[in-house]
């Protein structure tokens, strides 16, 4: 996905804006939570303005109760045929997985990812198939390997990001993101308060200061560095 291009912010006496990952301990957030309230809770007297709230994709999704074991999934013949086709550590490569991504968007626009994909491989271009089916569905995290109780489970994307990140700004009054972010250094901004600091926070996480195991810390604080 083409993201906003911005030049680095930059104030009159500091140069380029930066930040210092804060990680923050949490309680094994689960479903039904009010992930604003925990936002608020746990960074109150930590986050300021100019700072910036991340919360990890994972967790918010869970709060959403968008968590779900593989065995209360029934896959269709679909879901069963199209997922022999990504490789197999693709996040779609179970039939229990293809089952809620058919779910999620449809079927027409499944079948329309799947057409782009195969012409994506003839060019040797990578990720036409969710250009085309949707981005929600590379947030979907096959058996998520994150901390009990969710360790089985599958992990579609979080609802409305837009609005969660706007909630959290509202409560709090600093700037917050929501990121899907691996060991590898890749870094997916789902939705920030404010565009122009993308740049900075994309920096900021790509050393993944998450931790959704045993480290406990969902949320990460970005401290402003001038």
């Known amino acids: 996905m083409n993201k906003p291009v911005s030049l680095p912010l930059r104030s009159p006496a500091s140069g380029p804006i930066s930040f210092a990952p804060l990680p923050v301990r949490t309680h ?3 479903e039904g ?3 604003v309230e ?11 303005s100019g700072d910036v709230i991340c919360l990890a994709e994972t967790v918010v999704a869970i709060s959403q109760g968008r968590a779900i074991l593989p065995e209360k999934i029934r896959p269709g013949w679909l879901a069963r045929f199209l997922s022999r086709f990504p490789g197999k550590d693709g996040s779609l490569a179970t039939p229990p997985a293809m089952q809620l991504a058919i779910e999620e968007v449809g079927v027409p626009r499944i079948l329309a990812g799947c057409a782009a994909a195969a ?8 990720g036409w198939f969710y250009i085309v089916a949707g981005r929600e569905l590379a947030q979907i995290d096959d058996i998520a390997g994150t901390m009990y109780p969710y360790e089985r489970h599958i992990i579609l994307g979080p609802k409305k990001p837009e609005e969660v990140v706007r909630s959290i700004k509202g409560a709090t009054g600093v700037d917050a993101a929501i990121a899907d972010v691996n060991d590898m250094g890749c870094v997916d901004i789902l939705a920030i308060t404010n565009l122009r600091l993308i740049p900075a926070v994309e920096k900021a996480l790509k050393a993944n200061p998450f931790g959704n195991e045993d480290e406990q810390t969902p949320i990460v604080v970005l401290k402003r560095v001038d």
């Open 33 to 35: 939570e009010d992930i």
């Open 28 to 30: 094994v957030i689960r």
């Open 38 to 48: 925990i936002a608020q809770k746990y960074t109150e007297g930590i986050a300021v």
């Open 119 to 126: 012409v994506g491989k003839l060019l040797r271009k990578r």
